[in-house]
């Protein structure tokens, strides 16, 4: 079946340091892919989205591109801020509007 | 433009028992999905809904049931509850146009504890 795959965490960055989680799939067609943010207590944010291959997503800094080749959608960001502290997750979605399927979870932890 | 909103924001509850979960979606949004996420994973889909009806479901028992209104506010009912059953439930809410696929929006969430 459909899978996301997160690099495991819990990941601890000094503020302004470059981030990159890794993100692979699979998927039995051609899926739109995502990252969805999630503050302490509160749901989920969409933070970027790609919906074909070689699409980047771009939002707050944060860059992800859709590499078909390698099935993967690694999220980066240059320069991270306490702020930026929070769980992210890589999703997929096959078809328009349908369901997403999440990844486990990367907790990002930015010190100042 | 309120987003999409869940009530109650915790709730909890003894094994057995039966539980009502309800959620507005945002503005313009006719389609409605529910979500599990459990302590320390990511969310898993339990079903959608759309014009009333039933359009996807996850790999969920039949104790998970849903609602859809004519304004196309939704309710997720759970029955006989587990222990298991505790956890983070989640409702997206998206539009439809055509082919054009809609980005799904979330609420808080509602946080189930099963005693």
């Known amino acids: 079946g459909d899978s996301v795959t997160q690099m495991e965490g819990p990941v601890t960055l000094s503020e302004e340091a470059f981030l990159t989680i890794n993100c692979t799939y699979t998927?039995?067609?051609?899926?739109?892919l995502f990252w969805y943010v999630q503050y302490p207590g509160e749901g989920l944010q969409l933070l970027l989205k790609?919906?074909?291959?070689?699409d980047k997503g771009s939002n707050k800094g944060f860059e992800a591109t859709y590499r078909k080749e390698t099935t993967s959608f690694h999220l980066e960001k240059g320069s991270v801020q306490v702020s930026d502290s929070a769980v992210y997750f890589c999703?997929?979605?096959?078809?328009?509007?349908?369901?997403?399927?999440f990844g486990e979870g990367t907790q990002l932890t930015v010190n100042p | 433009d309120a987003g999409v909103t869940q009530s109650p924001t915790h709730l909890i509850k003894t094994r057995g028992q039966q539980v009502t979960l309800r959620c507005s979606p945002k503005?313009?949004?006719?389609?409605v999905s529910w979500y599990q996420q459990a302590l320390g994973q990511g969310p898993q889909f339990i079903f959608q809904?759309?014009?009333?009806?039933?359009?996807q479901r996850g790999n969920f028992p039949d104790r998970f049931s849903g609602h859809q209104f004519p304004n196309y506010s939704s309710e997720l009912n759970v029955n006989a509850l587990l222990l298991g059953d505790s956890a983070l439930y989640l409702c997206?809410?998206?539009?439809?146009?055509?082919?054009?696929?809609?980005?799904?929006?979330f609420g808080p969430g509602t946080r189930l504890l099963v005693l």
């Open positions: 997206a809410s998206s539009g439809t146009s055509g082919s054009r696929w809609e980005t799904q929006y």
């Open positions: 998927a039995t067609g051609y899926p739109s």
């Open positions: 790609a919906t074909k291959a070689d």
């Open positions: 999703a997929l979605s096959l078809t328009s509007g349908s369901r997403l399927t």
């Open positions: 503005s313009g949004h006719d389609t």
């Open positions: 809904y759309y014009e009333e009806e039933e359009r």
